[in-house]
């Protein structure tokens, strides 16, 4: 439990180190709104935390230490398509893509450092590149053609 605590602590900080090297970007939003109809997976959801406002918003929380992002703020952040249409569309000039970048780096490293994502990870990669499973998809491409 004391590990799983420290664990937490130490992903969180992560998070917040990378959010805390774009702080100015993240406190210029002023949360208008002139990003949510250029933002197409706010379109198609309609989830203020699945448009740029919204994921900024929980960078700031991040950074104020009112959340401590877990999986559900990571898919929030990673649903991201990071197409930047909201830029133009920003009157306050937020680098929203600058934002997002930095957070999904945080991401990736507190995702390296899991202890599933390694298992998988590696398991894949051995997995590719097994001469069986190779046999196996050239099996299969040759009955569906």
């Avoid at 949360?31 to 740029?52: I, M, N, R």
């Avoid at 649903?79 to 937020?94: D, H, K, L, N, T």
């Avoid at 893509?97 to 450092?113: N, Q, R």
Wanted: charge should be positive; glycine fraction near 4%.
């Amino acid at each position: 439990m004391i590990k799983n605590i420290c664990l937490a602590q130490a992903n969180f900080m992560t998070i917040k180190a990378h959010i805390e090297k774009v702080k100015d970007e993240v406190y210029k939003c002023v949360h208008c709104g002139f990003c949510l109809t250029a933002c197409p997976t706010y379109l198609v959801s309609g989830q203020e935390l699945e448009s740029p406002r919204g994921r900024i918003s929980l960078m700031k929380a991040t950074l104020e230490s009112q959340i401590e992002p877990d999986e559900k703020t990571f898919q929030h952040w990673d649903r991201c398509i990071q197409c930047r249409a909201c830029e133009p569309a920003c009157p306050s000039g937020v680098n929203y893509g600058m934002l997002i970048e930095s957070t999904k780096s945080g991401m990736k490293e507190v995702k390296s450092k899991s202890f599933s994502y390694i298992i998988i990870f590696n398991l894949i990669i051995k997995l590719s590149i097994s001469k069986w499973f190779i046999n196996l998809n050239s099996t299969i491409f040759r009955i569906y053609n």
